[in-house]
């Protein structure tokens, strides 16, 4: 079964602090690993896509690197807009674009 | 831009009531699914479509049903609403043969 963990639950930082989120996940054939930022009370927004181990992406402040085993979201110098849920999901081969969601980090910068 | 709509944000509905929850998207993707989100559970798949008029169950489709009569829409069903099913629930679309997977804005229902 496809499970998904996501650490630490929240985080604070100082802005301007950097520091990084972990996805860590066991799937069957991974076809992707999706990182979303979700703000209070709204719907997941798609951030990044990632597909084999070594891959890395990058946006603005945030940038992701996957492993066979993990997935680390990295935030450079946040700042208070970068405050929200991001949630780490992965898609295996098992199931037909079926997305299995961790429950989340609750970042929070502060001022 | 991709655009999912879910009509009703927010909604208070009895126990036994019949609900809906309609989503509608202009992306002309292939693919729509509902999720719920629960706290300390994350979000879980309740159905997907992947044409018109065709569906699979996910994970929870228990005391849910689903619609899809057009390509843009697809309509979660509560036959019978029960408290357990206080919830967010989210749409999402994709295109057939692409892997993200686009979320609308999510409808929070309240069953009391």
């Known amino acids: 079964e496809d499970q998904v963990t996501q650490s630490p639950e929240a985080l604070r930082l100082q802005e301007g602090e950097s520091s990084s989120l972990n996805c860590s996940y066991t799937?069957?054939?991974?076809?992707?690993l999706f990182w979303y930022r979700q703000d209070p009370g709204k719907g997941p927004e798609f951030l990044f896509t990632?597909?084999?181990a070594g891959e890395e992406k990058e946006k603005e402040r945030l940038k992701a690197t996957l492993t066979k085993k993990e997935s680390f979201l990295h935030i450079t110098a946040p700042k208070p807009e970068d405050s929200a849920t991001y949630l780490c999901a992965v898609q295996g081969d098992t199931g037909f674009q079926k997305l299995v969601f961790g429950t989340g980090t609750r970042l929070l910068v502060s001022p | 831009d991709v655009k999912v709509t879910q009509s009703s944000r927010y909604l208070v509905k009895r126990t036994g009531e019949k609900v809906f929850l309609e989503c509608v998207q202009d992306m002309d993707h292939e693919n729509m699914f509902w999720y719920r989100q629960d706290p300390g559970l994350g979000l879980r798949l309740i159905y997907f479509s992947y044409d018109v008029k065709m569906k699979e169950k996910g994970d929870i489709p228990e005391g849910y049903s689903v619609s899809r009569e057009k390509k843009e829409r697809f309509s979660l069903i509560l036959e019978s609403a029960s408290t357990n099913q206080t919830s967010m629930y989210l749409c999402?679309?994709?295109?057939?043969?692409?892997?993200?997977?686009?979320f609308g804005e999510g409808s929070w229902l309240t069953v009391v």
């Open positions: 799937v069957s054939g991974l076809r992707g």
């Open positions: 990632l597909y084999s």
């Open positions: 999402a679309s994709s295109p057939l043969y692409g892997n993200t997977i686009y």
